[in-house]
């Protein structure tokens, strides 16, 4: 299991093959689909989390105190603060977790999307000719809008072009293009 903190769609193999800009782009696309539920679901979860957690700290703090009176003046003066901190940070977690989750599966559905619905072909790349695309595998024509596609999605991710290697002025030297003429042997 790979865990990320950051770039955390790198934490998820069937991403590797694309790179960091075409996966902050899949990344983009998934926000803007979700809309506000990239949001709402993910403020639920840590609400939700927090809340569990309130009531497990307050049976333990409660325990805590029955089974150690001699310590009850230390817990109870640190008791609100430590709660609070780890609350909030199991809070934080659960919303952080959960929105990368909801990423993820969006990047997911978008992916499987992009596909013939009668063969599985995978439809990346392809024309669109009048808001249709044709699948090259069983001829089957079919509507974007019937798949609840765009056509920026069948758009396979940008590939950098790599650069040419360096010429000099003179065509001598490192990066030189044209062959070069053998030397003459009759020295």
């Known amino acids: 299991m790979r865990i990320r903190l950051f770039k955390f769609y790198r934490a998820y193999p069937e991403l590797d093959k694309f ?3 075409e996966c902050v782009r899949l990344v983009w696309q998934a926000k803007v689909r979700r809309d506000d539920a990239i949001w709402v679901l993910p403020l639920g979860a840590a609400v939700l989390a927090a809340g569990v957690w309130l009531s497990i ?3 333990m703090l409660a325990i805590a105190l029955q089974l150690l009176p001699w310590a009850s003046g230390t817990i109870k003066e640190f008791r609100w603060p430590l ?4 609350g909030g940070a199991v809070a934080f977690a659960a919303c952080v977790w959960t929105r990368r989750q909801l990423i993820i599966r969006s990047i997911r559905n978008n992916m499987e999307r992009a596909k013939c619905p009668y063969c599985w072909f995978s439809l990346m790349g392809l024309p669109v000719k009048e808001g249709t695309v044709q699948c090259p595998e069983c001829g ?3 509507s974007l809008h019937e798949l609840h596609l765009l056509p920026e999605d069948l758009q396979p991710p940008s590939r950098p072009k790599p650069n040419p290697p360096p010429v000099s002025p003179l065509g001598t030297g490192a990066g030189r293009t044209r062959p070069r003429k053998k030397a ?3 020295g």
Do not use: K, L, P, W
């Open 19 to 21: 790179t960091d800009e």
């Open 57 to 59: 700290a307050a049976t």
């Open 83 to 86: 709660v609070a901190a780890c």
């Open 140 to 142: 089957e024509r079919m």
């Open 184 to 186: 003459d042997s009759r």
